[in-house]
């Protein structure tokens, strides 16, 4: 872990997507050059909704390469699956996954440095792209979710470059068992109380874990999972069936 090549260098500008053709960056093509990396991402790398999408607490998208077999596995032979960037990734790698990767954990990544600052929460958009209703739900389900890092300091990344670690203050507090105690265990306070208080964390997610808290309520999913039209009302699975 110490040190892993980029398999993929991606960045991507606004396209219609899906039926709807809603503005969306997920589209990515591979990086011919260098990218200057800013504190809220790549320069050229666009998004359709700025309120949810981007900005410095989920500047650069990770995926890993490893799951493209899994979803493969579990949806047939889909055209989106051949490459990466079907997920709308910046970077994609083999070798880094949820279970590998912590809050807090800081790489230079080509002459930036950057450090993991929360999971991805997937939306429909997800559905848009790959032509699958459920796709957004699958892939918050399946805990194949990819992560974000904040930029810490400003540079350029080439292709071929390499993501090399130079801090891990929270090894314990990895992707997959922040995305534990959001989808699966989500009433567990004992979790919730500690995440509310990991500083790393982007402050959006700590604010989820304090409401819940406070609230003994897990928050409505079904608008990010199926979109602006979908119904709030009746559709226990998505608003968290799964609690512990």
């Known amino acids: ?9 991606r960045i991507g500008g606004l396209a219609p997507l899906g039926p709807r053709a809603v503005p969306s960056g997920i589209d990515k093509s591979e990086a011919a050059g260098a990218l200057k990396l800013t504190e809220t991402g790549f320069v050229g790398d666009m ?40 997920f709308g990734e910046n970077i994609a790698t083999i070798g880094l996954t949820e279970a590998d990767m912590a809050i807090g954990d800081v790489f230079r990544l080509g002459s930036a440095v950057v450090e993991v600052s929360q999971g991805r929460q997937p939306c ?22 990819g992560w974000y890092y904040r930029v810490m300091e400003t540079g350029t990344v080439s292709p071929g470059d390499h993501l090399e670690l130079l801090d891990r203050p929270s090894p314990d507090w990895t992707i997959s068992r922040i995305w534990r105690a959001f989808y699966v265990n989500t009433l567990d306070r004992a979790e ?23 609230s003994g ?9 199926h979109g602006p039209l979908a119904q709030t009302e009746g559709d226990a699975s998505a608003t968290g069936s799964k609690n512990g």
Request: hydrophobic content about 35%.
């Open 192 to 214: 919730l109380s500690a995440i509310a208080g990991l500083e790393r964390l982007a402050s959006g997610w700590r604010t989820y874990a304090t409401r819940r808290l406070e």
């Open 1 to 9: 872990m110490t040190r892993l090549p980029i398999l993929s260098l």
């Open 124 to 145: 429909w958009r997800l559905n848009e792209r790959f032509a699958c209703r459920t796709m957004a739900r699958d892939v918050q389900e399946s805990g194949r979710t």
């Open 217 to 225: 309520r897990v928050e409505d999913w079904s608008r990010r999972l």
């Open 47 to 86: 998004q359709g909704d700025t309120a949810k999408h981007g900005g410095p607490e989920k500047a650069v998208h990770h995926y890993p390469f490893e799951h493209y077999a899994e979803w493969r596995n579990a949806m047939g032979e889909h055209a989106r699956l051949s490459s990466p960037g079907a």
